[in-house]
């Protein structure tokens, strides 16, 4: 089998993720910041009878074959592949692994085949709200339902200290348990954090910036989350959040020292936390693998 590149899919986190009121859609108003974190999986592309895709740690049909569907139905004339998945994002998380695959696969599409850049554009918002944000790798500010990205300057040096727990949780779920709890803000409020936001972002990544209004929702469900926050807390992080909709649990250390204090801390709990591993933001240049 004839292997034709390889691409890799950087996990995100969020580090900010305001929550606001929902749209006609079903979805949520969001403002929220993203950033890729040089944690990823990896997939390798082969020459096949027909389209597939394989990962181990994924069961079933995942956003791969979704992107590779919608290219296909756009005109894409590659040829058939097999994706292979190398996973090392933890699955169902909130560090947006699905989406990663998906924009990595279309990235490397490009590179594979003629295909029309605004086509991709339009298949990345459709396969979900993280995809477009991990097109392009970076920090970006997310609004919308987080398909809308303006891209960001660099953020500064951080380390990231990143403890995965032993089960899922169900972003849909979540959601449901953010209403419950009351927690969206009005549009109004939402404007006014969004125009903060991007002043801040000018300046400096903040740790009064990072706040996840999901975490509530998150911690509601899964209480055993706080042992994680309050051990990243004790580590010595600037800033504790659950990722995304959780249940990974992150730590930001600020600071030129940042990546190396997080290694300290994550060398520390791996043996309470199996699977803690330290990171730090991905670099664009890496999204060129």
Request: with cysteine; net charge negative; proline share 7%.
């Amino acid at each position: 089998m004839t292997t034709l590149g390889r691409e890799r899919a950087y996990a995100k986190i969020n580090l900010c993720l305001f929550l606001g009121p929902t749209r006609a859609d079903g979805r949520h108003e969001l403002v929220t910041v993203f950033d890729s974190v040089g944690l990823y999986d990896e997939l390798t592309f082969a020459q096949a009878g027909a389209d597939r895709v394989l990962s181990d740690g994924v069961p079933g049909r995942n956003l791969v074959a979704d992107a590779l569907a919608a290219l296909r139905q756009a005109g894409w004339g590659a040829p058939p592949l097999q994706v292979t998945i190398e996973k090392r994002i933890p699955v169902a998380a909130g560090m947006g692994g699905g989406s990663a695959d998906a924009a990595a696969m279309l990235r490397a599409a490009q590179r594979l085949a003629p295909v029309d850049a605004g086509a991709v554009a339009e298949i990345a918002a459709r396969l979900g709200a993280d995809v477009p944000s991990q097109l392009r790798g970076g920090p970006s500010l997310g609004t919308g339902a987080g398909e809308r990205i303006e891209p960001l300057a660099p953020l500064g040096r951080y380390g990231v200290l990143v403890i995965p727990q032993p089960f899922a949780l169900s972003t849909a779920d979540v959601y449901r348990e953010s209403d419950r709890l009351g927690l969206p803000r009005s549009r109004e409020e939402l404007e006014r954090l969004r125009a903060s936001v991007q002043v801040t972002l000018a300046d400096r990544l903040t740790p009064e910036l990072m706040v996840n209004d999901l975490q509530p929702a998150s911690l509601s469900l899964a209480p055993q989350i706080s042992a994680a926050l309050d051990a990243a807390i004790g580590s010595g992080a600037d800033r504790t959040l659950v990722c995304g909709s959780g249940p990974t649990v992150i730590g930001v250390f600020l600071g030129a020292d940042g990546e190396p204090r997080a290694a300290d801390a994550a060398t520390a709990l791996s043996e309470v936390f199996p699977g803690t591993i330290a990171t730090g933001p991905a670099r664009s240049s890496q999204f060129a693998h």
